[in-house]
C-alpha cells in the first residue's frame, strides 16, 4: 500500500520550452502533495505545499509564476516548470501524506529533469 | 544553524559491524523524527520513524530519539553492503506537517 507514482520519470526539454510533472497517489487519498527539489550531492529541498482543491504554499525563494502546481483531486497533483532553462534541470519529488495519517508521507520515485 | 544538522561523512563501517547515524535539530517544538534511505538516482524511502523519547527498534534497525538534547540517531545492526546508501534524518517541526531533511550521510559497508 501507500504507492505514489510520478510521470515522466526522466524529461529532456529544450531552454524555453514547458514541463509538466504529474504525482499520483494510487492507493490512498492525498490530502496534501509536496514538491521537492533535488540538486547533485544536496539534500531535499521543499519547493511547494499543495492542499487538494486550494492554491499550494510556496517556500520563500520558490517562483510560484515559474513552477505552477496544481492539485485538482485527492490522488493527483501536478507541477508544470514554465519557461525551464537549464539551472532548472534537478531531480523533481513528490511526496503524499494520506488522509489518515498527519505525520508520514510516502515518496514517488522522482522525475529527472534536463534542460538543454 | 541549519534546523536539522546531519554528519555528511561518508562513513565506513566494515560487512557486519554496527553503523551509527546521528542527527540534531534546532527546533525544540519538533514532534516527529524520521529516516530515510536514498540510493543514488533514486527517491527516498522510508526506514523508520519515531515520536517517543528513548528507543524504537525494526529488525536491524534502532532509532533513537532524546528531545532534551534535540538528537536522533539511527543504528544499522549486522550492516550489509546492500545498505549502502545516503541517509536522510527528516524533522516535522512546529511547521504544519513539513518535512525538513538533513544533508544526509553517506554510509558505505565494504564487504
Known amino acids: 500500500g501507500a504507492v505514489v507514482s510520478q510521470h515522466p520519470s526522466r524529461v529532456i526539454c529544450k531552454s524555453g520550452t514547458s514541463v509538466k510533472i504529474e504525482c499520483r497517489s494510487l492507493d490512498f487519498q492525498a490530502t496534501t502533495m509536496f514538491w521537492y527539489r533535488q540538486f547533485p550531492k544536496q539534500s531535499l529541498m521543499l519547493m511547494a505545499t499543495s492542499n487538494e482543491g486550494s492554491k499550494a504554499t510556496y517556500e520563500q525563494g520558490v517562483e510560484k509564476d515559474k513552477f505552477l502546481i496544481n492539485h485538482a483531486s485527492l490522488t493527483l497533483s501536478t507541477l508544470t516548470v514554465t519557461s525551464a532553462h537549464p539551472e532548472d534541470s534537478s531531480f523533481y519529488i513528490c511526496?503524499?501524506?494520506?488522509?489518515?495519517?498527519?505525520?508520514?508521507?510516502?515518496f514517488g520515485p522522482g522525475t529527472r529533469l534536463t534542460v538543454t | 544553524q541549519k534546523e536539522v544538522e546531519q554528519n555528511s561523512g561518508p562513513l565506513s563501517v566494515p560487512e557486519g559491524a554496527i553503523a551509527s547515524l546521528n542527527c540534531t535539530y534546532s527546533d525544540r517544538g519538533s514532534q516527529s523524527f524520521f529516516w530515510y534511505r536514498q540510493y543514488s538516482g533514486k527517491s527516498p524511502e522510508l526506514i523508520m520513524f519515531?515520536?517517543?523519547?528513548g528507543d524504537k527498534e525494526d529488525g536491524r534497525f534502532t532509532a533513537q530519539l532524546n528531545k532534551a538534547s534535540q538528537y536522533v540517531s539511527l543504528l544499522i545492526r549486522d550492516s550489509q553492503p546492500s545498505d549502502s546508501a545516503t541517509y536522510l534524518c527528516a524533522v516535522i517541526g512546529t511547521s504544519y506537517g513539513k518535512l525538513t531533511f538533513g544533508q544526509g550521510t553517506i554510509l558505505t559497508v565494504h564487504p
Open positions: 511526496s503524499a501524506r494520506s488522509v489518515t495519517s498527519f505525520y508520514e508521507q510516502y
Open positions: 519515531i515520536y517517543s523519547n
